[in-house]
């Protein structure tokens, strides 16, 4: 039969004896690992870190930066690179739609819905529908005013369709581009100024065109001062995101740059929520003189248009 010393594990004994001669060897247990990367991670916090984390909006900032950089590793020629301006799904464009139409004060439309992955695919498709909108609404308006009136005759207008595109692409690019550039001039100038890239400046305004949609279906109805009082409201609402998203990144610069900076976006914004009112909607009626029917027997007969 076996004795209780014969039942003891040799390795426990000998690990026992090693450690009798020798006090002060460093032993491994099983669960100091699952403590380390704890420690690491604490030891790794810098001071500034909390800071930049808030700023991007997420806590895993270089993991979202990494990624972006993997996603445009491929040459710009190549069909991959444009793949990845357009990687989402319904779900992030319903949120981030949610977010240009219902604004929270005091949060940015970047950090919140953009940073971790911008795309294009939303604001191109949200200016594509804004054109033809635009376009077949003014165009339903100008009917509808023109209803009952014996000498009119309803001509389809497709040239609103292109004048339409032409405006709201040209602002949707354009005035990013210009607002790209300027901040990063000054980035160059004030060192903790917040910098935006120019794919989220495109998808902060394509976006913030969204309200619009539906404001240019209402501004079918033919009152002047329902059309104007919807347009004033779908301009607060869709300039406010502008300035929360923008006002972050110029004011720790000179504060007459920055005020005339914001005041340049709204000026803008505006000008192009007005310009479709007005043109499409509310542009006055030309005064046709009336043409001149020369008769048979050598006078002129002028006819009377209504």
Known sequence: MATADDLKFQEFDDAANLLAANPDATTISIDEPAEIPKNQHSRLQEPGREEDDELLGTDDSDKTELLAGQKKSAPFWTFDYYQTFFDVDTYQVLDRIKGSVFPVPGKNFVRLYIRSNPDLYGPFWICATLVFTIAVSGNLSNFFIHLGKPTYHYVPEFRKVSIAATTIYAYAWLVPLGLWGFLMWRNSKVMNIVSYSFLEIVCVYGYSLFIYIPTAILWIIPQKVVRWVLMVFSLCLSGSVLVMTFWPAVRDDNRRIAVATVAAILLLHTLLA???????????????????????????VVTKSH
């Open 274 to 300: 007005v310009g479709c009112l007005a043109y499409f909607f509310d542009a006055p009626e030309l005064d046709i003189p009336p043409p001149i029917i020369p008769a048979h027997n050598g006078t002129t």
